[in-house]
């Protein structure tokens, strides 16, 4: 694959900054495991832990409950057989209501997998099917992790807080877990405590099963869920919404790390375009003749290509669909055998995507593709107008982000009152943007010695996105976050 830069990567690239030096000083570890385990085997390891560090009448118990949720999981999975793809073609919440209700019909086991099921799709209903399992089945660990895992999604460490103690005195927290735990305890206050737990925990040695799980807490809303939102906007004719929901088909986000093709809501949402519209219609025209070269990963996609279909290049107009324009720019990137010059693109684009970005309607695609073009060409001015678009109107985090990395003073300089005012107000847009809190952090203490409240705030912002430690390739890992952790000790240990 090409060096070359994906539209994707829009605001994720900062420039050389006064806050390098000190994330240089963070980053003492290197940790270069590639991300393997998913969320679930996660959950597996944590089961593990629960059935080995038990006592042995309590490990039977555990046993016992393993082999009922097999059962039940063996079931779940006839079940989805049986329905089909209810999920990517608008009928989402009456999938979740058909598992519910076989759910209630079952004890503790099959309330347990549904709820796990849920998990991301229905976060409110997963936690209550949790709360039901384990009040039919108490104090079993498997279901007081999963409501430990609820709790501190929502933010409420109070109650997250004992569950986890619970759970670390009968030698049943899994490692994977340390940083959720020592999440809480450092929203309550408690950096001493977060830090020794971090310090004795095994967490170093399964930090890949960690950042999983950080995803599976913070990770935001379920692309799923979004999809079927859009899914059902389109088959009303939202055009809108069916180019958002094409291009997140084709970038559909898996973890931190993982994007790719989403096979079943792609061609779902491709039978819909061509229910909607007419064969003969722009739009459909131009991705059907694209479709073959861009669900085929093993073919390379070419200009020949895109001169056949008559777009972008040459003297061919954008295509109707922004979303396609995204998905094909990036493709052309990922195949080239050399870098791309995208300054003939920006020329001959970016008066029709400013346009498409700026009207009434607004199209967040096209919004996308102006700022990795005028980026690519090194067009700061113009760069600088669609950040503040993205940020003030689209309100979208990483167009925040590129304003503040690319306004900031160089190494060396003091930022002005302009800038501060910047800062904090996009701080209060997005308030758990561990970037901003960084940035903050250094100009308030120019030393790059923070005090212990700056790190637990940067720690617990940190520990939700992973985002400091993301690299030009997008690969995020714990790494800051472990560096992290030992300035904490580190300012702890100065602490009068």
């Known amino acids: ?5 994906h539209p994707n990567a829009i605001a994720d690239r900062p420039r050389g900054s006064a806050l390098a030096p000190l994330l240089l000083a963070l980053a003492a ?5 590639a991300p393997s385990a998913p969320a679930a085997a996660a959950r597996a390891q944590f089961a593990d832990t629960a059935k080995a560090q038990a006592a042995p009448a309590s490990a039977d118990a555990v ?10 999981s063996d079931a779940a999975d006839a079940r989805d057989k049986q329905q089909g793809n209810m999920g990517y073609t608008g009928r989402l919440a009456e999938a979740i209501a058909s ?4 759910a209630e019909k079952g004890g503790a086991a099959r309330r347990f997998v549904v709820a796990n099921r849920l998990w991301a799709l229905a976060p ?21 992790y999963e409501l430990a895992l609820h709790y501190t999604r929502n933010d409420d460490c109070p109650r997250a807080l004992p569950l986890w103690k619970r759970l670390k005195t009968v030698g049943a927290l899994p490692p994977q877990a340390t940083f959720l735990y020592a999440y809480c305890q450092l929203a309550t206050g408690d950096e001493r405590g977060a830090y020794d737990l971090v310090q004795t925990s095994k967490v170093r040695e399964t930090h890949v099963g960690a950042e999983k799980m950080s995803y599976a807490v913070f990770g935001g809303t379920d692309y799923l869920t979004l999809h079927d939102e859009d899914y059902r906007k389109a088959e009303a004719g939202d055009r809108v919404a069916l180019d958002r929901a094409l291009a997140r088909a084709f970038d559909w986000r898996s973890d931190w790390w993982n994007y790719g093709q989403n096979a079943a809501a792609r061609d779902a949402l491709h039978d819909l375009m061509a229910r909607l519209w007419s064969a003969q219609k722009r739009e459909r025209a131009e991705w059907d003749c694209l479709w073959p070269l861009l669900i085929d990963s093993e073919r390379k996609l070419g200009v020949a290509d895109l001169d056949r279909c008559q777009l972008l290049v040459g003297a061919h107009s954008y295509p109707a669909s922004s979303a396609l324009g995204r998905i094909v720019l990036g493709r052309l990137a990922a195949d080239a055998e050399d870098e791309l010059d995208f300054s003939a693109f920006h020329a001959r684009h970016a008066a029709t995507l ?7 309607t607004g199209d967040f695609e096209a919004l996308r593709v102006l ?30 982000r590129s304003r503040i990395e690319h306004a900031h003073p160089a190494p060396g300089q003091t930022p002005d009152a302009a800038f501060r005012a910047m800062l904090q ?26 005090p212990v409240a700056d790190l637990s705030r940067l720690l617990q912002a940190e520990t939700r996105d992973l985002n400091l430690s993301q690299g030009q390739a997008g690969v995020r890992s714990s790494t800051q976050l472990l560096s992290m952790y030992r300035r904490l000790g580190q300012a702890l240990n100065a602490t009068p």
């Open 1 to 5: 694959m090409s060096d070359a830069p």
């Open 29 to 33: 570890c290197s940790c270069g495991d």
């Open 63 to 72: 046993e016992e409950f393993l082999q009922q949720v097999r059962v039940e």
């Open 99 to 102: 598992e519910v209700a076989y």
């Open 124 to 144: 409110a209903t997963s936690e209550r099917l949790h709360r039901s399992a384990d009040e039919l089945l108490p104090d079993q660990p498997l279901i007081v």
């Open 354 to 360: 400013r346009e498409r970005a700026y009207s009434s």
């Open 371 to 400: 700022a990795f073009l005028q980026q690519s060409v090194g067009d700061e001015a113009g760069l600088a107008q669609t950040d503040e678009l993205g940020w003030k109107r689209y309100r979208d985090e990483t167009f925040a």
């Open 425 to 450: 107000q996009a701080m209060r847009d997005f308030p758990q943007v561990p970037r901003f809190i960084l940035i903050d952090a250094v100009y308030r203490h120019p030393d790059g010695e923070l």
